[in-house]
């Protein structure tokens, strides 16, 4: 089979690698004078892809996914620097700063519940399981911003044909690392940590639910969640749950982090939906990041075609 990135990297090589060639980039294009300029500043900090010097592309032989949209990407700056990751702050800005030197090798994935056979993933291992693809999707937060994204990875289903859901599995429940050591902002977040998220075992199957290790040709920026992280386009942001520790297959709905929070507000389902307003504002429309004017939120952001099947009958209204 085509490997999908090159050979002679492991995951834990990657992120020290790309830092090393940023940093040399970094200090050719200083120049001498800059450097010194700089002596006292960590260079690690001032080369890292939150500040937007960005490596050549560290997978390749991406296969670009029949599911991306065609519109524009939004710029890697406005994606690495407008982020909402409670662990490192509650500020659009906070994580791009706060995450930098959030430790993401080595890292196991645990995925287990009901299943035929539980199993830990190294980040080596998940990256074997199938071959890597493009995926530009569009993402729309439930705060009424959306951006466009060329994320990396393959639906979550490769994982679950591998450990097999018994019968009993109706569901499937996702937690986050919580590390207060490395997160001392989290508790300011106004939420509980580990933050959680969980699917319908129907939506976690559909091949547009794509687990996720990189974006723009490289691995995942820290402030986006690395090292894995879902991304289902047809539902608000939150559901995208970042730096993923454990998969559960379990029979019952999972409590999920914004749902705990405030029920009346945030659901389960929560699905991408122009007719349903918010408690607090209306979801009718949205402000693409890097423009002026809103533009029509569309429904399941625009993925009826793929999913709109799974919620026949169903009353949207009420599971929201
Ligand atoms: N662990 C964790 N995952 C999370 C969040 C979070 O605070 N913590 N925020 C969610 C929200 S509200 C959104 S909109 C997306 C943002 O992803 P991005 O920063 O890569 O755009 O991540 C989601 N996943
Ligand atoms: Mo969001």
Not at 5 to 12: D, N
Not at 41 to 49: G, Q, T, V
Not at 196 to 205: K, N
Request: hydrophobic fraction near 40%.
């Amino acid at each position: 089979m085509l490997l999908q990135r090159k050979p002679e990297l492991t995951y834990a090589d990657v992120t020290p690698k790309k830092l090393y060639f940023n940093r040399r980039k970094f200090l050719q294009a200083m120049g001498i004078a800059g450097v010194a300029a700089f002596a006292g500043k960590n260079l690690l900090e001032l080369a890292s892809p939150s500040r937007g010097v960005y490596a050549a592309a560290e997978f390749s032989g991406l296969v670009k996914s029949p599911f991306s949209t065609a519109e524009k990407p939004n710029t890697l700056e406005d994606v690495t620097h407008y982020n909402n990751f409670y662990e490192f702050g509650v500020d659009k800005s906070a994580p791009a700063k706060n995450a930098q030197k959030f430790r993401t090798s080595p890292w196991t994935v645990s995925v287990e519940g009901e299943v035929k056979t539980k199993r830990k993933f190294s980040m080596d291992e998940i990256l074997k399981l199938a071959p890597l693809e493009e995926r530009i999707y569009r993402h729309r937060c439930v705060e009424g911003w959306s951006i466009v994204v060329p994320w990396i990875g393959f639906s979550l289903s490769v994982i679950a044909n591998l450990v097999q859901p018994t019968d009993k599995a109706k569901f499937v429940a996702f937690e986050s690392l919580y590390d207060p050591g490395q997160m001392p902002e989290a508790r300011y977040g106004g939420i509980d940590f580990p933050y959680v998220e969980g699917l319908r075992l129907d939506e976690a199957m559909n091949p547009l639910t794509l687990l996720c290790v990189g974006m723009y040709g490289d691995p995942l920026p820290n402030q986006d969640g690395a090292p894995v992280r879902m991304v289902i386009p047809w539902k608000y942001g939150f559901k995208s749950i970042k730096s993923i520790v454990k998969i559960r297959f379990v029979t019952k709905e999972p409590p999920t982090t914004w749902n705990l929070a405030n029920s009346h507000e945030y659901g389960f389902y929560s699905n991408v939906n122009p007719n349903v307003d918010h408690p607090r504002w209306s979801q009718a429309k949205e402000r693409r990041l890097g423009e002026i004017f809103k533009r029509n939120t569309l429904m399941f952001n625009g993925y009826q075609d793929q999913v709109a099947s799974l919620y026949t009958g169903m009353d949207l209204k009420k599971y929201y």
